[in-house]
């Protein structure tokens, strides 16, 4: 048992140095996470989205800026795409593919900013999230693991762990860099 801790602690480990000898992935985040600032300054808020783990973070990102991440503060306007009875009725009527995108063509306006959370790239549905949003001008973020998969080509921000294998170990870099982008907004908000 003990050996599966840690090695299980030490690919971690090894995969947060090999993002963080990246100048690139550091950049990446500050523009993330400037974007993200500017939406909230003028208005707009940010919309994240993700399947399984992934909404888990996607839901972890907004509750965060709507409520407390580390000072008292003002809320900040977010929300994940994760309401069972839309996901359930918008599944029904137009397919799971189209889940994330229904929601935003209804509740997307531009100067928004999307972060699309897909651990492969590929997720259906968070691809036709991002085609949406870019028709309507929204800012699209995405977090990504492995080469990006088709994602990496359609977003304006790619934040992408670099690895390839089990999903874990891409979502525990997710969860630093989505608190990374939380504090950044905290920062520069207030």
């Known amino acids: 048992m003990k050996s599966i801790i840690k090695n299980n602690f030490t690919q971690a480990s090894e995969l947060l140095n090999k993002f963080m000898s990246d100048e690139k992935n550091i950049d990446s985040i500050v523009r993330a996470g400037q974007e993200m600032v500017r939406a909230i300054k003028?208005?707009?808020?940010?919309?994240?989205?993700?399947?399984?783990?992934?909404?888990?973070?996607?839901?972890?990102?907004?509750?965060?800026?709507?409520?407390?991440?580390?000072?008292?503060?003002a809320g900040i306007p977010a929300l994940a795409i994760s309401d069972q009875g839309f996901l359930t009725c918008a599944a029904n009527d137009f397919g799971y593919d189209f889940v994330f995108s229904r929601f935003i063509e209804s509740m997307g306006n531009s100067g928004d900013v999307l972060l699309a959370i897909?651990?492969?790239?590929?997720?259906?549905?968070?691809?036709?999230?991002?085609?949406?949003?870019?028709?309507?001008?929204?800012?699209?973020?995405?977090?990504?693991?492995?080469?990006?998969?088709k994602l990496k080509d359609l977003i304006d921000i790619e934040i992408r762990v670099p690895h390839i294998g089990y999903s874990?170990?891409?979502?525990?870099?997710?969860?630093?860099?989505?608190?990374?982008?939380?504090?950044?907004?905290?920062n520069n908000v207030f």
């Open 118 to 149: 897909s651990t492969s790239g590929n997720s259906p549905n968070v691809i036709n999230a991002v085609k949406k949003a870019k028709e309507k001008g929204i800012v699209t973020i995405a977090l990504t693991g492995g080469n990006g998969g």
């Open 42 to 73: 003028q208005g707009n808020k940010i919309i994240s989205c993700g399947n399984g783990g992934s909404m888990s973070d996607a839901m972890h990102f907004a509750e965060e800026l709507t409520g407390r991440f580390r000072e008292d503060r």
């Open 168 to 186: 874990d170990r891409i979502q525990e870099m997710h969860i630093k860099i989505i608190h990374s982008l939380v504090e950044i907004i905290e």
